[in-house]
């Protein structure tokens, strides 16, 4: 009897797994990162960490919609434990799709890759990035009040996303009095692509509106430069972050890239950085297998160096 119970609970288990699909993907990395600007309280030189674990569920209805859901888990370095974040849920059908919970918002997704054109290094860090607060989507827990919808569609070269989130849905959060609003626009033909966006109320924040543009032109195979505008937020104190402009490019021969930004932030209500313009230089060896070495250096706005160094593997 017990055999047959075995048998019939393996069959149906079985028969629910062929119906879907449940894939793990993410990465891990290490190595060494360097901060000159930290103080004798904090240690100038550490170990960088992390370990990040997707996992996703899918199954496919017979009119061809896909419906799905999407956790992660993730360990950086100083935590004591990894974690899991809270759930997204998707469905998407024939170059639409929509996402409930803790979903991609439209600007952080950076479909052009013109918002976080200046990320390098082993930490993908760029001081050309906006300085606004914005919700993303989150590797980490965070209160349950907050959810969201994301929507995307794309036809012919044409992406337009949109994003909303609720800080506070249940009225109990306490964080943020507003709900944000994305959208962002991406065109993307031949050797340029070409994205415009913007996020009003960031993060909760009343009035903390910001939108950006931004252009990635591919020169020839091996090298491609982009340009990017932002009209930054406020605070939630209410100063003005000001703008930021960047450019950027990358180089690469065989397995060797090499990227270089150089950035500028201005006009902002508090003037407490040493610099205004920042930069920065990396490189990258592909190893193969979804394996690189990374490194890279930058000048931030407190005229601090920065710097990291290691492998990252993807899987």
Do not use: C
């Not at 434990?81 to 600007?107: I, R």
């Not at 020839?220 to 406020?234: H, N, P, R, S, V």
């Amino acid at each position: 009897m017990k055999k047959v119970l075995f048998a019939t609970t393996a069959l149906v288990l079985s028969a629910g797994f062929a119906s879907a699909d449940i894939a793990l993907s993410g990465y891990g990395r290490f190595g060494l990162s360097y901060n000159s600007g930290n103080d004798g309280s904090t240690s100038k030189t550490w170990m960088e960490q992390r370990l990040r674990l997707n996992i996703k569920a899918s199954t496919q209805t017979d009119g061809g919609i896909e419906f799905g859901a999407k956790a992660r888990i993730q360990y950086d370095d100083g935590m004591d434990s990894a974690g899991v974040n809270p759930a997204q849920f998707y469905f998407s059908y024939e170059g639409a799709k929509v996402e409930v919970g803790n979903v991609d918002t439209a600007a952080d997704n950076d479909t052009a890759g013109v918002f976080y054109g200046t990320e390098l290094g082993l930490t993908a860090t760029g001081y050309g990035d906006s300085r606004s607060d914005f919700y993303a989507y989150e590797s980490k827990s965070y209160n349950g009040s907050r959810s969201g919808v994301y929507g995307s569609y794309t036809i012919d070269g044409i992406t337009a996303e949109a994003s909303y989130i609720d800080p506070n849905q249940y009225g109990d959060n306490g964080v943020g009095v507003k709900a944000e609003k994305q959208l962002v626009l991406t065109y993307a033909s031949g050797p340029i692509t070409v994205a415009a966006g913007g996020i009003l109320d960031g993060a909760g924040i009343a009035d903390n509106t910001l939108w950006y543009a931004g252009a990635i032109y591919e020169f020839t195979d091996q090298f491609k430069a982009g340009l990017t505008y932002i009209d930054e937020g406020k605070t939630a104190a209410g100063d003005d972050l000001g703008k930021t402009v960047s450019l950027y490019g990358t180089y690469t021969t065989g397995p060797v890239a090499v990227q270089a930004y150089v950035a500028n932030a201005s006009s902002y209500d508090v003037p407490d950085y040493e610099k205004n313009t920042v930069f920065g230089l990396g490189g990258s060896y592909d190893l193969g297998g979804g394996t690189s070495l990374l490194a890279g250096v930058h000048r931030n706005y407190d005229d601090n160096t920065y710097g990291d160094f290691g492998v990252k593997f993807k899987f």
